[in-house]
């Protein structure tokens, strides 16, 4: 295990937040951090096989600007926010938790997660795993 370590409460499914959680999995990975993602509620909901590439939806207080932020990821040829966390998982520690409480609310089994996720555990386990780095909720 690193010195540094960054782990992210992943609870917003909304593109405004998944964007940020891919980037700093991503810039943390590269910058040599272990990187700890804990999915749960509408986080846990953009991590399953039906919902990974379809678009996601914009937190309505900022959905004036949604049209305009998918076009300059497209132009730019931008990552979406799950090929951020991919490429992370390839060249750092990364790991990508769901949360098993939250899997069991919405009647989720791991077969319906998406390949990208590690393990499915509880908000236990996933403290364990945070402790001694920064913990965001987003």
């Keep these: ?3 540094k370590k960054l782990s992210l409460i992943v609870f917003s499914g909304t593109i405004d937040k998944l964007m940020p959680v891919g980037i700093l999995a991503s ?3 590269a910058a040599g951090y272990e990187v700890n993602l804990f999915f749960t509620f509408w986080g846990l909901q953009a991590i399953t096989k039906k919902s990974i590439g379809q678009p996601q939806p914009i937190d309505k207080n900022y959905e004036q600007f949604g049209p305009v932020m998918m ?8 990552p979406t926010w799950d090929q951020l966390i991919m490429q992370a998982k390839e060249v750092g520690e990364v790991k ?3 949360c098993s409480t939250t899997m069991e609310f919405f009647g989720l089994k791991r077969e319906d997660l998406a390949d990208f996720v590690d393990d499915v555990v509880g908000v236990a386990t996933f403290l364990d795993r945070a402790e001694g780095g920064t913990t965001l909720f987003i």
């Design 27 to 29: 810039g943390a990975a």
């Design 71 to 78: 076009q300059r990821m497209q132009e730019m040829k931008y």
């Design 96 to 98: 990508v938790y769901a």
């Design 1 to 3: 295990m690193g010195s």
